[in-house]
């Protein structure tokens, strides 16, 4: 059976404010959790004012939770907007 996955991406600027929070979800394989099921997520590249943010270099966050096994994953990347 294929287990749902809970995806939460959260961007900050480095000086660490919220700029944006994504949740979606995603079907696992069941093997493990792999950061990699981000890519179903898109981005717009805007703010949760919906305001586009300004080029610089954001940290995000991403959390990859799996319904079946409550299992969590959590990894934090730079992120640079040219």
């Given at each position: 059976?294929s287990?749902?996955?809970?995806?939460?991406?959260?961007?900050?600027t480095?000086?660490?404010?919220?700029?944006?929070?994504?949740?979606?979800q995603?079907?696992?394989?069941?093997?493990?959790?792999?950061?990699?099921?981000?890519?179903?997520?898109?981005?717009?590249?805007?703010?949760?004012?919906?305001?586009?943010?300004?080029?610089?270099?954001?940290?995000?966050?991403?959390?990859?939770?799996?319904?079946?096994?409550?299992?969590?994953?959590?990894?934090?990347e730079?992120l640079v907007?040219?």
């Open positions: 059976s287990e749902i996955l809970n995806i939460s991406i959260q961007i900050f480095v000086s660490g404010k919220l700029v944006r929070t994504l949740n979606g995603s079907t696992g394989s069941g093997s493990q959790l792999s950061p990699s099921t981000s890519r179903d997520i898109i981005w717009d590249g805007r703010d949760d004012f919906g305001d586009k943010i300004g080029k610089g270099t954001y940290i995000y966050k991403l959390k990859v939770q799996s319904t079946l096994t409550n299992d969590t994953v959590e990894k934090i730079k907007i040219l």
